[in-house]
């Protein structure tokens, strides 16, 4: 099994917070361009505001001045739309931004009790572990459950959908009009014309993603070619690779977002059997990646495509 780290990872697997996103239609009121939205009153961003969210359509009575977040990628949403005035606790692994209210709260073992105690008005999380949706709802407190994001669009729809449940849709949509903006300009930059391959991993087992998931799509606007997606068992999106599979396949790239977690590095990979003579190691090309950027779906995706393309830049000039 995956280690809870790698939180991408985990919707597939079984084993984390994240499970796949269920929003399909989005929004029942014209979104605003750009940005995906939620259904609200003719008046615009008043309240009470409907969210097609992936526990069913979720009706917020009035603006909410106590969320508690149980989702690390939510909790840089919610700060950067505007919404961080009224997050009074967030989750044990919540880490981004420093101001955040960190406690004990688990994200992972959600204790209904201790996150009643908080006295939210409303909760906003990634996974119904413990059938803890249910559970809060029995006793009256709001949930907006914003499963692991699959695409892109999924990440912007997701960030306009918390906007508007928080009163905060207009700056929501601006961000998330900046982030597409950001995307399309380094998609367009990128040298596609070098043919790179590229190998993510997402620890030192090691297990790696492939093109189908969320990271991979990432990876994809720089037209990189992923060594995962050739894995016998690629299938799940999340395949558990080989030190042997690794070393044949020979990428031009490696991304590491193992860095923070499992110290590992350039020269952690020189110690690999077969690693040191690859032409990512030989040619200065292993990018050590933020694991908490390289591991979520919220505004900071802009970060970690920058760090791509940096590289892919610098690769396609050597």
């Not at 508690?68 to 044990?92: C, K, M, R, Y």
């Not at 990432?218 to 997606?229: E, H, K, P, W």
């Not at 490696?254 to 032409?279: N, Y």
């Not at 090309?285 to 900071?300: F, H, K, Q, T």
Request: with cysteine; net charge negative; aromatic share 6%.
């Amino acid at each position: 099994m995956r280690p809870v780290r790698t939180v991408f990872a985990g919707a597939l697997l079984g084993t984390l917070v994240l499970a796949g996103c269920g929003q399909n239609s989005g929004t029942t009121a014209t979104p605003a361009p750009a940005a995906p939205s939620a259904s609200a009153p003719a008046a615009g961003d008043g309240f009470p505001v409907t969210i097609e969210a992936g526990n069913g359509k979720v009706t917020i009575d009035k603006k909410p001045e106590r969320i508690v977040s149980l989702s690390a990628s939510h909790t840089e949403t919610l700060f950067a739309v505007g919404a961080g005035p009224q997050v009074i606790a967030v989750d044990d692994r919540s880490n981004f931004p420093p101001e955040a209210p960190k406690t004990d709260l688990s994200g992972f073992k959600p204790n209904v009790e201790a996150i009643v105690a908080k006295k939210p008005d409303l909760v906003v999380l990634s996974d119904d572990l413990d059938n803890v949706v249910a559970a809060l709802g029995k006793v009256g407190v709001p949930v907006l459950l914003e499963p692991a994001a699959k695409t892109l669009d999924e990440a912007y729809e997701e960030i306009a959908e918390i906007g508007a449940a928080t009163g905060n849709k207009a700056k929501a949509d601006e961000v998330v009009t900046g982030m597409r903006a950001a995307m399309d300009k380094l998609a367009a930059e990128a040298p596609k014309d070098k043919k790179l391959t590229y190998y993510h991993e997402l620890d030192q087992t090691p297990y790696a993603a492939t093109s189908q998931t969320f990271i991979g799509q990432v990876y994809s606007i720089f037209g990189l070619t992923n060594i995962a997606d050739q894995a016998p068992d690629a299938a799940g999106g999340y395949p558990k690779l080989s030190a042997e599979f690794v070393a044949q396949a020979d990428p031009d790239l490696i991304f590491l977002a193992d860095v923070k977690c499992c110290k590992q590095d350039k020269a952690a990979l020189t110690k690999r059997p077969g690693w040191a003579g690859l032409s990512a190691v030989k040619n200065d090309r292993v990018v050590e990646l933020d694991d908490d950027i390289a591991s979520r779906w919220g505004p900071r995706i802009v970060e970690l495509a920058e760090s791509i393309g940096a590289a892919v830049a610098k690769a396609g000039t050597s």
